[in-house]
């Protein structure tokens, strides 16, 4: 049974930092690229970053780069995404997704609430 489990989120101030974590199972992780979506009230969900493999190499939104960092241990079977200096903006549910062909795995959702 394939699971995607992220976890990492909550509330910060505007400037802070949180570490999202995406604990993967059922498939084989190091086959597939990973991303990070997001979605804001209101909005439509939007992609925020992406991982390949092999190799590693990463792509960002303009909107988070130079701020986020996507990550992973395939080790682990996990995907990190690292946010610092958070807008308002950034709230959101973020989603971790696995994408290899036809392939697409999404997991529930981690709310990150930037407020002061």
């Known amino acids: 049974q394939v699971q995607l489990v992220e976890s990492g989120g909550g509330l910060v101030q505007p400037g802070g930092s949180l570490r999202l974590s995406c604990a993967a199972s059922?498939?084989?992780?190091?086959?597939?690229?990973m991303n990070w979506f997001r979605q804001g009230p209101g909005k439509e969900r939007e992609w925020v970053a992406e991982?390949?493999?092999?190799?590693?190499?990463?792509n960002y939104a303009d909107s988070v780069k130079g701020r986020f960092t996507i990550s992973r241990d395939n080790a682990k079977n996990t995907v990190y995404l690292q946010m610092n200096s958070l807008k308002p903006e950034d709230t959101a549910v973020y989603y971790c997704?696995?994408?290899?062909?036809?392939?697409?795995?999404w997991g529930q959702g981690t709310q990150v609430t930037v407020s002061s």
């Open positions: 997704n696995a994408r290899a062909g036809l392939s697409r795995y």
């Open positions: 059922g498939f084989t992780f190091s086959s597939y690229a």
């Open positions: 991982i390949r493999t092999p190799g590693g190499s990463t």
